[in-house]
């Protein structure tokens, strides 16, 4: 059922979802009106489509179509529709591998977020955390953004760092930004919900700086 002035969240996510569930945390200590309408993913077997069961979340699985790094444009229709039909306000990717094209962007415009486990521009793309490492970095981090036409190249909405140890693998880092991730994508979806956030151009502004 909806619930009059809070923001309708539609989740895309491909992996483990702890994004969302840390959203889905966020929401439920209170503090920012949101709510999850429906989790979608492209993989009929995600850990995050279990999540969302589990905790009674709509959620649906609708198949890619061929490609590997896109949707097809039956597809991409298919998630227009779902997320129209479940009211969504603001499509929220997280950890969704594939790019969205024309049809999704151009029907939620300038609604559509995404995080990405670097601070952009550094590290677009794919293995964020390999790149990192292999460039060198001593500091990373994650970023919360915008989505557009491009690869990782929306207006920033929010980052924040974490150190890269010598010692460390892909995975032990990307650990290390998961505890970031988990703090600013929740604190990015409540300023949005409380209409903090104020894109202009390829740039975003906070008019209020509230607790979250
Ligand atoms: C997150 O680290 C997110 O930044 C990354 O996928 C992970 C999903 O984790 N996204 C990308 O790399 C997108 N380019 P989760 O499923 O546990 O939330």
Do not use: W
């Not at 200590?29 to 969302?52: K, M, Q, R, T, Y």
């Not at 979340?57 to 490609?67: A, E, H, L």
């Not at 591998?97 to 990405?116: C, Y």
């Amino acid at each position: 059922m909806r619930v009059a002035n809070k923001l309708r969240l539609g989740i895309l996510g491909s992996g483990c979802g702890t994004n969302f569930l840390a959203i889905n945390s966020a929401i439920e200590n209170g503090g920012f009106p949101a709510e999850i309408s429906i989790v979608i993913s492209d993989i009929e077997s995600s850990v995050i489509l279990s999540h969302a069961r589990q905790l009674n979340i709509d959620s649906q699985f609708i198949d890619p179509g061929s490609y590997r790094t896109k949707l097809d444009e039956a597809a991409e229709a298919k998630y227009v529709s779902l997320l129209t039909e479940a009211g969504v306000d603001l499509v929220v990717l997280a950890g969704f591998m594939r790019i969205l094209k024309g049809g999704l962007l151009s029907s939620f415009e300038g609604r559509v977020i995404n995080i990405h486990p670097s601070l952009l521009p550094s590290f677009p793309g794919l293995d964020a955390c390999q790149q990192a490492l292999d460039h060198g970095v001593k500091v990373t981090g994650a970023t919360v953004h915008f989505v557009d036409q491009g690869v990782d190249s929306g207006a920033i909405i929010m980052q924040d760092t974490c150190r890269v140890l010598d010692d460390d693998t892909p995975v032990t880092l990307l650990d290390r930004i998961h505890e970031v991730e988990h703090k600013i994508y929740p604190a990015a979806i409540a300023a949005i919900a409380k209409g903090e956030v104020v894109k202009n151009g390829r740039k975003t502004a906070r008019t209020t700086i509230s607790e979250c």
